[in-house]
């Protein structure tokens, strides 16, 4: 049983930071494709990022140059590191795990990962 539990979300200020985790059970995080997807109120899930098994990252373009993920292997953690918050970044964040090494094409879509964690609210106030 694959579980994904997310942690680090909260309440921050216009230009603050954040960093998210999303620790994993049931799976070796580096062994798969791993993303990051938020959703806002009544709005279809929104890629935000991508990391492969390689280690190689994709993110879209609207947090490209804020926003960074990595992987600690030695803690079978992902992370979400969030700068530069913008009152637009307010949302809920999951990350994701696909059982198929994802192309730059199909990671951007919700519909290639095969479980999800539970989410983690972002807040940021201007």
């Known amino acids: 049983q694959v579980q994904l539990v997310e942690s680090g979300g909260g309440l921050v200020q216009a230009g603050g930071s954040l960093r998210l985790s999303c620790t994993a059970s049931?799976?070796?995080?580096?062994?798969?494709?791993m993303g990051w997807f938020r959703q806002f109120p009544g709005k279809e899930r929104e890629f935000v990022a991508h990391?492969?098994?390689?280690?190689?990252?994709w993110y879209a373009n609207s947090v490209k140059g804020r926003f960074t993920t990595s992987r600690d292997n030695g803690k079978n953690t992902l992370y979400l590191q969030m700068n530069s918050l913008k009152e637009e970044d307010t949302a809920v964040y999951y990350c994701?795990?696909?059982?198929?090494?994802?192309?730059?094409?199909?990671?951007?879509?919700?519909?290639?990962?095969?479980?999800w964690g539970q989410g983690a609210q972002v807040t940021v106030s201007s």
């Open positions: 049931g799976r070796t995080l580096r062994d798969y494709a």
């Open positions: 994701a795990t696909s059982n198929r090494g994802l192309i730059y094409s199909t990671a951007a879509n919700a519909n290639e990962y095969d479980y």
């Open positions: 990391i492969r098994r390689s280690g190689q990252t």
